[in-house]
DNA sequence: CGGGCGAATGTTACCGATATCAAGACATCG
DNA sequence: CGATGTCTTGATATCGGTAACATTCGCCCG
């Protein structure tokens, strides 16, 4: 910047001024500057202009992920969510610092502006990990009554519900809910389907699965038989066990879905693609990407900001 | 930590250099300094840091991401890859700088100290572009003679020919290729799976579909049919791709693996869900991102790398 | 006993930007 | 015509670290 100071006759803050459009400076020597400095390649350091500005310009976004194998990110955070996050993010000029949840102390992300939690939904003690630094920060996942973050998440409520209601539509009154209620989001999902069946006075059959894998769904089934249960629907709450229950529905003589009806969570394309194709109930994954990172921005900027959860749609396909 | 010299009594490059664990001052000093640090919160601003040493401890990952909705990144570039690109950097002391294409000239991205570029496979362009940039950069894709970036990508040469292979010994003699050849790593799939059948004076008939979607797949078996081709066996470059075939055989009467045996490729867990599971060819994405990462850091400290393929595997299942 | 040497610590300058306050040029006004 | 105000530009200090060079001190050795 001294430099092109010098090249062009004034001094390193008319640069400055000029190169940050500030209104303090002549539009004529603006533009002199600008052209000068395109014409050199000059690039801003942003380590000094963070320095002196005292703010990173930076978003920090902290990823569960299972450091080495076991659960992949494939299944519940695909990254349009990441996409999304990042397109908002560096429009308005902020960086992207992506980092697992194993590098919590790191001086880089204590150096954000502010934060934003993927895939905390199962360690609530780490969203309070987080929380420590005092940065603003924003969570994907489900909203709970008792705690004050600002949340961002589809509305699985309403995801369950709306599964629910499709089964009642088709005289299903015999349901199975297969998925795991210690996760928060799970939880909703569950709680609105339960409470859309009460409304008709059915009561579904809970299936507690752990693992979202598809051998969990296989065994979630072949354990619904062996304890010869009664049932003609399964709400499972990812297509991957929506895809291991039918495989072993299949397998067990019930055909799909004239026995069983069967409905996942996520509308994964592979999910699209199964035989039979599998119906389901999508979540914006993009949009909500977009939106935490907006909510982030805003706090940082000191506005009031509130959670937000985005509407679900169910996807019927042939199952 | 100019406040801590003050509390400690000594100076700040003392600080400095005992948090730094320099062997300058005494282990007693170090240690009292750092306790002392500890006990009230210190943070190094990192900003101060890397403009003092002239660089970012930084690299930034360009993802390829169509914008706004269009095909997510699902199904080529799973997290995993990320996963271990962001594991193996930080625990490097690296931050990772997660952006999309579209903001190319970013200066968060210039001020990055090396370039990781993801999906990139189909815009050599892009390539060139950030190739300006003039940092350090590897590449994730398909290594081509005629350039000199650091490539690491899974050995899709490799790959192709093993379900070749697996063809042949199966006695297929009829086998069909679907995808892009346009498209580097498709490319290599298509010549490794030539290759090994010219070997036996088979050659294979090449559709080419552009998309990676299910429907594209449909779309490609039916065109099959409907030109009376004889076949029994396809290799899909992806497992939608595979997953669409299969569906549409069946459809047309067809059984899978009898009539013909279908591979796709990437193995991803939906595939393994697929009724019937879905033959592919796997490969080690967590691995490849670790490996990415390496190569940059190497890059980034001078040390001379060269381009590497992992190995790929054939996973037989059902069809 | 003084010069020389090594270990531990300190002084000063500097990385590259921007905020603050000051100053010069020029127009406006009583 | 001098006072005042506006517009544009500049000098200086500062953000929080670290490198290079300087200093102090104790010890060894001839």
Redesign the pocket.
Known sequence: ?????KLA????????????D?????????ERIQALARKHG????????N????RSHTVAVIVEMKPSSGRTMWDPYPLSLLGGISQELTSAGYSVLLTTRHDAGNAAVRAADGLILLGQGVHQDAVKLYDRLGLPMVVWGAESAHDSHVVVGSDNRQGGASVAERFLSIGRRHPVFIGNSDHPEMAQRLHGFVDELAGHGIKPLLLRRVDWTLESGVEAVRSLTRRKVRFDAIFACSDLLAMGAIRALVELGFTVPNDVSVVGYDDTPHGAGFLPPLSTVRQNWQEGGMLLARKVLALIDGQPVASQMLPTNLVVRAT
Do not use: F, Q
């Not at 006759?9 to 940050?20: D, H, P």
């Not at 000059?42 to 202009?49: D, E, F, I, M, V």
């Not at 320095?51 to 005292?54: C, I, N, S």
């Open positions: 910047m001294a430099d092109l100071a006759g004034v001094s390193k803050i008319t640069v400055s001024r000029a190169l940050g500030s209104p303090l400076v002549t539009s004529e020597t603006r000059y690039k801003l350091n942003l380590s000094a202009r320095l002196r500005l005292r």
